[in-house]
């Protein structure tokens, strides 16, 4: 529709008609397959506002129900403004893909953006117009139930996925694309001590610096909405935070789409003891420019007698409808109203092949290998394997968002039957996922889909199989890892550790004797110890539909390991957070003049994590030679190109990603011991070497200086370039400004 006659619709409408469309109401409204994302509690709201609701989110019950909905809603509709359909598609429709926080450990953002452009294309045929996707919080803590859907502890690594994301999933915006909605702005993933929902506290400069930084990279790439955080800033909840959406976000950096609360998030505003009731609520929402409201009644029931009463303008509703409308109509929603939603289609595309494929690839680029002892792998296929643990005959390796898309999802165990052939492969359970299954009552599922709770004695005939099984073989192949409802939302744990029940058959099956190779299967980093003691250990996380295909492909070398980790493994609780990008302290454990005592350290720990951002083995060895740069100096006109040589030294072909940081010695504040810069992923075929180049400009030395301005400061900076955070060549060169 033309942009006059959009606006000749919006000034046609009467009030109520447009705070129709700031409604946004869940798929159990309209008796559909909804996905419980949230509280269910009684909104109260009236037949005409459900009738009439501008948008819906969460209905998964595939095309055929999208066009009916949509053509009894239009058939009732006054106006003909199709509804919009929004879902939270987070990594994978039919197909599913690694978790976020897996697929983060591939460095590879083109890859990313065709596995977007797939998940687009699945979910466009079934009928959903628009993704509440991709999550954009950084994170620190391993706490967080949703490490899982972030991509990591850095910002640069972080804003080349969102974009890549948001490009994958909005495209050219033909009818196989969907919208995209960044979420949740902002400092969502800093939550205090890791508990879900908790308040953050920043300074605005951290924001800018370390949390912001994802998603101006999601608005720059043409993000068409945003999902205020649930959390606090400052002490104001992001849903009324009138700074932090109008002025910042919108004001700054000239965002013009859509701002859709997270689920019932304006009524949170009164428990958060920000808003006095309802009306207040609503109107603070408003202020701060917040278009949809998701699953209250506050903008229902509120916005009109707030514009009778003088206290909001109803231009503000005019803004936030044509938004709306905008968004509709560049979805080609007034020309088609189902759009891409196609039954044929849906089955054609949704867990074709051809995607099943790319699921497997990513998995195989998101799998890292944390350590290898005697090059215990790659599997020899002549090897008797063992196969033990709860994850090891299970397809519910999809994680929070995708558990039951596990339709022809095979198991490690059918998947190392077909590699090392049936004879050789013995199958114990071991454990339980679930030591106990009581705490998931009320979390969404019902605890009878939950496997029973067994008894004491019932555990140790399972652990005393496994031993028994364990015995026949040459390999123990030990399948561990959290419960998908252990991870993602309001999934905070205080101790990420694989269950201790779990540990236990671990130690159990280590005094056999056997060599033991470790696959975790998880949403967030853990802290290990007795783990440690395995001979390998790989990081599989949830790896989706093709994950154990390419774990097997991994573990017998038929590919090998690149994925690296972008999120550090601390080696204590107590250390939680511990990320590379630290800030420079006053009296550094390493480099400082002072005596051992008085120092920026642990006496129970050491300062470094366990597994570095960074940081994943590959069966092939790299020798990085020394940093060559084309000049010492750098001035704004000019630029350094720092090249490096990596030498392929082991037997096989591999990928290495090499990693390029900077550190700011000086400046007028504190800057972090080191920043991610740049990376490239490079296939180094065994005994070849590469030369690897990275072009240092000024752009890359800016940073918020307090007065939260984007410069860089003159002086010295130390170049690293390696293969994680802590292993790397280092050289320096000078800005002259
Ligand atoms: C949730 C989440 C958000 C999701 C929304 C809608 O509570 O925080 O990420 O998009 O509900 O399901």
């Not at 779990?502 to 949403?523: A, D, H, S, Y």
């Not at 690296?564 to 939680?576: D, H, T, Y």
């Amino acid at each position: 529709m033309k942009e006059n006659k959009l606006r000749e619709l919006l000034n046609s409408l009467s009030l109520q008609e447009k705070v129709y469309q700031l409604v946004q109401l869940s798929g159990d409204f309209f008796n559909n397959n909804e996905v419980v994302t949230g509280p269910l509690q009684k909104v109260g709201i009236d037949q005409n506002v459900v009738d009439n609701t501008g948008s819906v989110f969460n209905i998964f019950g595939g095309a055929k129900a999208v066009i009916d909905l949509q053509k009894k809603y239009l058939e009732k509709s006054k106006n003909k403004i199709p509804m919009l359909f929004l879902g939270d598609v987070i990594y994978g429709y039919a197909t599913s893909f690694p978790i976020p926080l897996a697929y983060g450990c591939t460095w590879n953002p083109l890859l990313i953006e065709k596995m977007a452009e797939v998940i687009a294309k699945e979910a466009s045929a079934a009928g959903l117009h628009g993704t509440f996707a991709p999550m954009a919080d950084l994170v620190r803590d391993p706490r967080w139930g949703r490490c899982l859907e972030s991509n990591g502890e850095d910002p640069y690594l972080n804003s080349q996925y969102v974009a890549a994301m948001v490009r994958g999933f909005q495209g050219d915006f033909s009818d196989d694309h969907i919208a995209s909605c960044v979420k949740h702005f902002a400092g969502y993933g800093a939550g205090i001590a890791g508990r879900e929902y908790n308040g953050m506290e920043s300074s605005m400069r951290n924001l800018y610096e370390v949390h912001f930084p994802p998603f101006q990279a999601a608005i720059k790439a043409g993000c068409e909405m945003v999902m205020p955080s649930f959390n606090t800033i400052n002490g104001v909840p992001c849903t009324g935070n009138k700074h932090l959406l109008k002025n910042i976000l919108r004001e700054q950096w000239g965002f013009q789409g859509l701002i859709v609360t997270d689920y019932s998030a304006i009524q949170e505003l009164i428990d958060h003891g920000f808003a006095e009731d309802k009306s207040e609520a609503a109107k603070l929402a408003m202020d701060a420019t917040v278009d949809v409201d998701m699953r209250t009644n506050c903008y229902a029931n509120e916005l009109i007698p707030l514009i009778e009463s003088g206290q909001l303008d109803e231009k503000q509703i005019d803004d936030a409808v044509w938004r709306i409308l905008k968004l509709k109509n560049k979805l080609g929603l007034f020309e088609n109203p189902y759009r891409g939603a196609d039954v044929i289609k849906e089955k054609e595309v949704c867990a074709c092949q051809k995607h099943r494929e790319l699921a497997k690839d990513i998995a195989a680029e998101s799998i890292v290998l944390l350590q290898n002892r005697n090059s215990i792998l790659p599997l020899q296929k002549n090897l008797k394997i063992s196969l033990i643990g709860p994850y090891a005959d299970t397809n519910m390796i999809n994680g929070f968002w995708a558990p039951f898309a596990t339709k022809d999802v095979k198991t490690l165990k059918d998947c190392i039957e077909v590699k090392a052939g049936k004879e050789n492969v013995y199958y114990a359970m071991g454990c339980p996922l679930l030591n106990d299954n009581s705490i998931y009552k009320g979390f969404g599922v019902p605890v009878e889909q939950l496997e029973e709770s067994i008894s004491i004695d019932e555990r140790e005939h399972l652990i005393q199989e496994a031993e028994k099984t364990a015995l026949k073989s040459d390999v123990i192949l030990l399948a561990l890892g959290e419960h998908h409802l252990e991870s993602g939302e309001a999934a905070s744990r205080t101790q990420p550790t694989i269950p201790p029940h779990q540990v236990e058959l671990l130690q159990r099956l280590k005094q056999i004797g056997k060599p033991i190779v470790l696959v975790m299967f998880n949403g967030r980093p853990f802290v290990l110890n007795e783990e440690l003691a395995c001979d390998a250990i790989i990081e599989a996380w949830f790896p989706g539909t093709g994950g154990c295909e390419a774990l097997t492909d991994l573990l017998y070398n038929d590919r090998n390991f690149s994925a690296k980790l972008s999120m550090s493994f601390p080696r204590a609780v107590g250390q939680i957070p511990v990320y590379y990008n630290e800030l420079s302290t006053g009296r550094p454990a390493q480099t400082s003049t002072h005596n051992g005592r008085f120092l920026s350290k642990y006496i129970d720990c050491e300062n470094t994590p366990l597994f570095e951002f960074g940081f994943g083995l590959s069966y092939t060895s790299f020798d990085y030679s020394s940093i060559h740069l084309s000049s010492h100096t750098l001035t704004p006109d000019t630029s350094i190109t720092a090249s490096i040589c990596i030498k392929n030294t082991g037997k096989y072909d591999g990928v290495e990603v090499v990693q390029l940081y900077i550190h700011d010695i000086v400046a007028s504040v504190t800057r972090p011991v080191k920043e991610l810069k740049g990376f490239q992923r490079v296939f180094i075929k065994a005994n070849e070497t590469k030369e690897v180049q990275f072009e240092i400009t000024e752009e890359l030395l800016k940073f918020y200086n307090n007065d939260i301005c984007f410069t860089s400061e003159k002086g010295d900076f130390d170049i690293y370039i390696g293969s994680s955070s802590m292993s790397y060549e280092k050289e320096r060169f000078k800005l002259i400004k």
